[in-house]
């Protein structure tokens, strides 16, 4: 479902979205949690009430899909590391002198945790409700998984992360500016059952991080059917020293495998950018391949071709190997397209004739049947077919580019022209629920 009149864009918290090609912008807004579901495989993310797809060919700073298998997500030792470290902070030495009295383990539990790391029960140790009381631990850490509402106390936290972080000044934070980034999500939460009787949550939401009473980070998560996919981090001053950013990771890892999601979704990956390095220190992962829209692990071997190239489709690359073809200009470098004077912009603007990787050419687009798609208007009662429109079948989607068939057709092309039956296209003035 799409709704015409909230379209936003991400606050300048965000990195800037130059790069994203502008697709029919009056037409994106708003889509439903069923059909996010297969977007974010096709190279959408979501910001707010926002979803956006980039053009990494002509990208000054291409970005990459990720995701990781929880279910074969092994922590390295820094890793592992960082999470003892925590927990033995917030648990404290008095309470483990004083537990290994009051709350002995078992000969064979003690050396089972010696000798392995399970993700879930080392994430979960220094839980206030899951310590075994008395005695007391030296501080009390809790996490909640809550709806991702506006309150004061997640504001803060967000100017204080903003402003000393990301170096932004007091003009550049807002209220209004976290309401529309990180509150806003047209994802409904709810409880789904899968096929083999298992509840599941999925919806966006917030988890917080609470030390000794007090709000310290906060993790946007959106809960998928099939992933985790991390939206944002971002955590008070105070919490730094523990490595937040290591622990929240593993922490939403763990939560895609307790929860039976499989798949964690780190967000975007630019690799010439160094503070993205250390989500490759989260394996195994696979990249989306922006061309082909499928995965491949990213091993040694594709890293050295993202080392060595500015934009990468291993797809292509591998069959270029094959062949014994070298790569194309455009391959190794970054060419900004120039302006030839005016109508230019409209030609570019245009994406059906733009280089944009795993988009459907204009030809393509034009051998594609349109005409079920369901849409609904104030101009009308109900629904109706594209192909009711008194001068739909007149349209050409290459004659004219503002016509609304063209419009369409981007829509379309971007989204996947398999989920045509899935979707409509909703050109109301104001939101109503159907």
């Given at each position: 479902?799409?709704n015409?009149?909230?379209?936003?864009t991400?606050?300048?918290?965000?990195?800037p979205?130059?790069?994203?090609?502008?697709?029919?912008?009056?037409?994106?807004?708003?889509?439903?949690?069923?059909l996010?579901v297969?977007?974010?495989?096709?190279?959408?993310?979501?910001?707010?009430?926002?979803?956006?797809?980039p053009?990494?060919?002509?990208?000054?700073?291409?970005?990459y899909?990720?995701?990781?298998?929880?279910?074969?997500?092994?922590?390295?030792?820094?890793?592992?590391?960082?999470?003892?470290?925590?927990?033995?902070?917030v648990?404290?030495?008095?309470?483990?002198?004083?537990?290994?009295?009051?709350?002995?383990?078992?000969?064979?539990?003690?050396?089972?945790r010696?000798?392995?790391?399970?993700?879930?029960?080392?994430?979960h140790?220094?839980?206030?409700q899951f310590?075994?009381?008395?005695?007391?631990?030296?501080?009390?850490?809790?996490?909640?998984?809550?709806?991702?509402?506006?309150?004061?106390?997640?504001?803060?936290?967000?100017?204080n992360?903003q402003?000393l972080?990301?170096?932004?000044?007091?003009?550049?934070i807002?209220?209004?500016g976290?309401?529309?980034f990180?509150?806003?999500?047209?994802?409904?939460?709810?409880?789904?059952?899968?096929?083999?009787?298992?509840?599941?949550q999925?919806?966006?939401?917030?988890?917080?991080?609470?030390?000794?009473?007090?709000?310290?980070?906060i993790?946007?998560?959106?809960?998928?059917?099939?992933?985790?996919?991390?939206?944002?981090?971002?955590?008070?001053?105070?919490?730094?020293?523990?490595?937040?950013?290591k622990l929240?990771?593993?922490?939403?890892?763990?939560?895609?495998?307790?929860?039976?999601?499989?798949?964690?979704?780190?967000?975007?990956?630019?690799?010439?950018?160094?503070?993205?390095?250390?989500?490759?220190d989260?394996?195994?992962?696979?990249?989306?391949?922006?061309?082909?829209?499928?995965?491949?692990l990213?091993?040694?071997?594709?890293?050295?071709?993202?080392d060595?190239?500015?934009?990468?489709?291993?797809?292509?690359?591998?069959?270029?190997?094959?062949?014994?073809?070298?790569?194309?200009?455009?391959?190794d470098h970054?060419?900004?397209?120039?302006?030839d004077g005016?109508?230019?912009?409209?030609?570019?603007?245009?994406?059906?004739?733009?280089?944009?990787?795993?988009?459907?050419?204009?030809?393509?687009?034009?051998?594609?049947?349109?005409?079920?798609?369901?849409l609904?208007?104030?101009?009308?009662?109900?629904?109706?077919?594209?192909?009711?429109?008194?001068?739909?079948?007149?349209?050409?989607?290459?004659?004219?580019?503002?016509?609304?068939?063209?419009?369409?057709?981007e829509?379309?092309?971007?989204?996947?022209?398999?989920?045509?039956?899935?979707?409509?296209?909703?050109?109301?003035?104001?939101?109503?629920?159907?």
């Amino acid at each position: 479902m799409y709704n015409t009149n909230s379209m936003q864009t991400p606050d300048d918290a965000e990195a800037p979205l130059s790069f994203i090609y502008p697709i029919a912008a009056h037409l994106i807004a708003v889509i439903v949690e069923g059909l996010h579901v297969q977007l974010v495989d096709r190279y959408w993310r979501r910001s707010g009430t926002l979803l956006y797809r980039p053009n990494p060919r002509n990208s000054c700073c291409p970005h990459y899909t990720l995701r990781l298998d929880s279910t074969e997500f092994k922590p390295t030792k820094d890793q592992r590391q960082t999470v003892n470290r925590f927990n033995n902070y917030v648990i404290g030495p008095d309470y483990t002198h004083a537990a290994a009295r009051v709350h002995p383990r078992t000969r064979q539990e003690a050396r089972k945790r010696h000798n392995e790391f399970d993700l879930i029960d080392r994430i979960h140790e220094p839980e206030a409700q899951f310590l075994k009381t008395p005695p007391e631990p030296a501080h009390k850490f809790t996490v909640t998984l809550e709806p991702d509402d506006f309150t004061e106390e997640k504001y803060l936290i967000f100017e204080n992360y903003q402003r000393l972080v990301h170096k932004e000044g007091p003009d550049k934070i807002s209220r209004h500016g976290f309401k529309r980034f990180l509150c806003n999500s047209p994802l409904k939460r709810e409880t789904i059952h899968t096929s083999d009787g298992v509840q599941r949550q999925v919806g966006s939401f917030h988890q917080c991080y609470w030390l000794d009473g007090k709000l310290v980070a906060i993790g946007v998560l959106d809960l998928l059917p099939h992933a985790v996919s991390s939206v944002y981090f971002l955590y008070h001053e105070s919490f730094h020293s523990h490595n937040p950013g290591k622990l929240s990771a593993m922490r939403e890892i763990a939560l895609a495998r307790e929860g039976g999601y499989r798949w964690w979704y780190p967000g975007f990956y630019i690799h010439s950018c160094p503070k993205m390095k250390y989500k490759m220190d989260f394996k195994p992962q696979s990249v989306l391949d922006p061309e082909t829209l499928t995965w491949d692990l990213m091993d040694k071997e594709a890293l050295a071709v993202f080392d060595a190239k500015h934009y990468v489709s291993l797809s292509r690359e591998r069959q270029r190997k094959e062949s014994g073809d070298h790569p194309q200009i455009f391959e190794d470098h970054f060419i900004r397209p120039e302006s030839d004077g005016e109508g230019d912009e409209e030609e570019g603007d245009f994406m059906l004739g733009s280089s944009m990787p795993g988009i459907p050419s204009l030809e393509e687009m034009k051998q594609v049947d349109m005409d079920n798609l369901v849409l609904v208007s104030d101009a009308a009662p109900g629904y109706f077919l594209a192909s009711d429109l008194v001068s739909w079948e007149q349209q050409d989607i290459e004659l004219d580019r503002k016509d609304i068939k063209s419009m369409i057709a981007e829509l379309v092309a971007a989204m996947g022209t398999d989920v045509m039956g899935e979707i409509c296209v909703d050109f109301r003035r104001r939101t109503r629920v159907l």
